[in-house]
């Protein structure tokens, strides 16, 4: 096999029966949509939706420092999750710049389970197993110890409580139980990427199958739907959520993107890029950068990542993302736009789309929250 070849997860003949228009996303082949991206987004967002994430980068880390280890690696304080419970965070460079926005999940006193984007699951290996030397700790790559199917949306407790006597109620968000799960061991975790309330569920490849056509006949009667990557954009864009390559990049901080609160200094110990973070802690409170803002458009032209924020003939900032949004019924973007425009309802911003200004408002993220 060449190195170009994509890759596949263990549910490529089964997205291909379904009729799957097929994509390469970070090396893998993977389901973009089964039908209609819209129909799919608002499954999400009224019943529920089943998605592949098997390509997302798995790392175990275990050892008596395997705690000392990632408080080092990571800008957040890992030492003080508990166990079954898991955390939003980075890994950055000594200059600050997010190398990766990550989840952590601690799933025994000295064993935890790094989940990396699938575009920079190779780099945060390398930097883990780097930043290790030293440490009583071993980092290993998993990603092929795991296929990973998001059952995501309002209806996704009740189609999972039907097939595991697993404690759902019990499970907060960002916490993870081991169970079983239509016969099928896995860990069952309360996170997602979609604003809805929904579990993702880590199990061994060679049961990927069953454990999909059991949920897609136990979510039949609520309305479940098979969801791809595409519609998996939107639903995170409307929840204000970032992605790696458009929200986040090695020339942002986390202090730049607004996310300075995973950045943990008070724990105890060095970690990487301190120095660098600390900087630019005190420089977005004295000067801020530019701001992510979300912007809605007041007529149907979309705006796409790379085009540019204006106001008064000037450039003010840059789109990060941009779609049609199922839920709003009109087009809608993040972007970084300067301090002095980012507050919601600045006047006179818009997008440049082809030599157009197009009219935009400026709001507040994210643009939707389910209701609890």
């Not at 980068?57 to 999750?81: D, F, K, M, R, W």
């Amino acid at each position: 096999m060449s190195s170009n070849a994509s890759r596949h997860t263990a549910l490529d003949a089964l997205h291909r029966s379904l009729g799957a228009t097929m994509t390469d996303f970070a090396g893998w082949d993977m389901p973009l949509r089964y039908g209609s991206e819209r129909d799919e987004h608002l499954a999400v967002r009224t019943k529920a939706g089943l998605f592949d994430l098997s390509h997302m980068g798995e790392i175990t880390v275990t050892g008596p420092q395997a705690a000392v280890l990632l408080n080092y690696a990571l800008v957040g304080n890992i030492a003080s999750v508990g166990v079954g419970r898991a955390r939003y965070t980075m890994i950055c460079r000594e200059d600050g710049g997010i190398l990766d926005d990550l989840i952590v999940y601690r799933l025994a006193e000295t064993a935890y389970m790094v989940v990396a984007n699938a575009s920079n699951a190779q780099v945060v290996l390398d930097a883990l197993t780097e930043r290790a030397a030293g440490f009583d700790a071993q980092v290993r790559d998993d990603c092929d110890a795991y296929a990973l199917i998001a059952v995501q949306g309002p209806e996704s407790s009740g189609i999972l409580k039907s097939l595991t006597d697993a404690d759902l109620d019990g499970l907060k968000y960002y916490a993870g139980l081991p169970g079983i799960v239509a016969g099928v061991a896995a860990l069952i975790a309360r996170t997602g990427y979609t604003g809805e309330d929904g579990f993702e569920l880590f199990v061994a490849p060679s049961d990927a199958e069953k454990l999909w056509q059991a949920l897609t006949d136990a979510g039949a009667p609520a309305g479940l739907v098979p969801c791809g990557l595409s519609c998996r954009d939107t639903l995170r864009l409307e929840a204000g959520m970032p992605l790696y390559g458009h929200e986040l990049s090695t020339s942002l901080t986390p202090f730049d993107a607004g996310l300075g609160r995973v950045v943990k200094f008070e724990k105890e110990g060095d970690f990487v890029g301190r120095e660098a973070l600390s900087e630019a802690a005190a420089k977005a409170r004295a000067n801020p950068p530019r701001v992510l803002v979300g912007l809605v458009a007041e007529g149907r032209r979309v705006p796409r990542a790379g085009y540019t924020v204006v106001a008064d003939g000037k450039v003010i900032g840059e789109v990060t993302s941009g779609a049609p949004s199922p839920t709003l019924g009109k087009p809608i973007a993040m972007a970084y736009v300067d301090a002095a425009h980012a507050a919601p309802g600045t006047a006179g911003v818009g997008v440049d789309i082809r030599g157009s200004h197009e009219p935009y408002e400026v709001v507040a993220l994210p643009f939707y929250k389910r209701q609890k």
